[in-house]
């Protein structure tokens, strides 16, 4: 199959606008509440290069996404009649994606001209892409930075060029001021294991030996790590190091543990619905080896399987730090398959959504209180759109039979069909559905909170888009009449102590909303 499409700035803005969508609902706690809120702090008057959270230090990250969130606020706020501030909010992630995509694609038609179109729409369109390029977290953006690194390295392997290699110190000072640590572990492992395979320890000496490189790093970080330790003195880098780093791989940090076959489950899911081509690529492993280039590819996947399988805190996303050479390798064996059962995985999605749909009486009742009212919630805003969403998922599921099932089809074709399905399943259907029955209320309490003006504090709830909305910090201490609360609801007893009429304002699935009304108010 080849392709009519330029990889020029007409797709990229193609790229940006399939990102785009799906990027108005509510946002998602605790992840993007927790930055936008952080980056308002910011904005509001805190450190240039440190962060806070309801006013309390930050050490989750580095510096970097809360920048680019702080300049997409300034800059397009006064835009909100035609974009949303959750859009504007999401706009780095969205680019980062879009980027991402564009990149690899690029990469790959340097030596296959026809297929980079379809390798940066495979990007695009891939599960775990189309969830995280549209989250305002930092992850699109590291994986941006992943995505560029692999790709000079891979340059460099191939041609010992300057260019190429100052970009690379480029790159990894940028993910470390995105997401840290793990910005040097993926790309300098998996190019010490190349090394060690290859035996190019002249290579590696030329690619080390660069003071420009080093020199370029340091000019980026060194106004940061000044800039962090005046804020926050080494507070930041125990935090950050141990805890969210160390402590994160070899202990279960935040209850997101695992099992060392964690990954074998989650990685086809978030590869979808192009899974099957992985089982293509160790077919063909043994002959991939022979080139130097395509060893860097797989050993780079071998590394980031591995050690996300070894870590002890374990989610779903982690397994995209493999997708800059998997997504490359895909160009490299799809014009050796035209088997239709590559394709089969396409349909997981729309069909596995109407089959729960269709069967919901069969799900389990979950025990925890906040999670019955979750269900509650989805069941009622699913019976609200009962026909949109039912036809929605079923004109879906027949489309993805159809490309399956459609004789004389390329797979390419086939497998872009897909993921065209994949996104429209995603972005018109699932990510509206939740927002409504989860983020919704959340949303709407704290818009209700601020037109009155209410000071609130929080109690036993941890969800930072309330603040984010209301547009002020919302502090963790008991309420004092007179106050709002936003609090969980086994809480709600606690203020039976409070010599104070309790008014409910607004509630959500383990949360509610109640004013402290003192008896002089009465």
Known sequence: MTTRLP??????????????????????????????????ELLAGGHWAATTLDGEPRYDKPILTYWLQAASLTLLSGLSPWLSIELIGRLPSILAGAVWAWVLGRYVAEQQPQKGVFISLVVATSLGVIVIARAATADALLNLWFALLFVDISRCIRE????????????????????????????????????????QWRWLMWALAYPKGWALLAAILAPWLIGIYDAQGLDFWREFIFRHNLERFTGNLHGHG??????????????????????????????LWRDPLTRFGLVWLGLVVLLVSASGTQL??????????????????????????????????????LLALLNHHTWPQPTHARDIEQLLLLADVILQWE??????????????????????????ARLLGLGGVQLATITL????????????????????ARDAGAEVVSQGVRMPSFSFYRGAITREQAPTPGQWVLIAVHRVPELGTQSATLELKASGPGWRLIALVPPSAI
Do not use: N
């Not at 490359?328 to 014009?335: D, E, F, N, R």
């Open 258 to 287: 695992g099992h060392p076959f964690y990954y074998l489950f989650v990685m086809p899911l978030m590869l979808l619905p192009y899974s099957a081509l992985v089982l293509a690529i160790l077919w063909q492993a043994p002959t």
């Open 429 to 448: 259907i699932v990510l509206p559905v939740l927002a409504t029955a989860r983020q919704d209320p959340l949303k709407d309490a704290a818009l209700l």
């Open 160 to 199: 010992e060029r300057d260019g190429p290699r100052l970009r690379v110190y480029l790159w990894l000072s940028l993910g470390i001021l995105t997401k840290g640590p793990v910005a040097i572990l993926i790309p300098g492992g998996a190019l010490m294991l190349w090394t060690l395979a290859s035996q």
């Open 316 to 353: 779903p996303h982690y397994v995209l730090y493999s997708t800059p050479p998997l997504f490359v390798l895909y160009g490299h064996l799809i014009g050796r398959l035209s088997s239709r059962i590559w394709a089969i995985p396409g349909l997981i999605i729309p069909a596995g959504l």
């Open 387 to 412: 026909s949109h969403v039912i036809w929605g998922l079923g004109i879906l599921t027949g489309i993805a039979s159809l490309l399956i099932l459609w004789p004389k089809v390329p797979l390419e």
């Open 7 to 40: 990889l020029d700035w007409r797709f990229f803005l193609l790229l940006v606008g399939l990102g785009c969508l799906g990027t108005q609902v509510s946002l998602f706690d605790l992840d993007e509440g927790a930055f936008l809120e952080a980056t308002r």
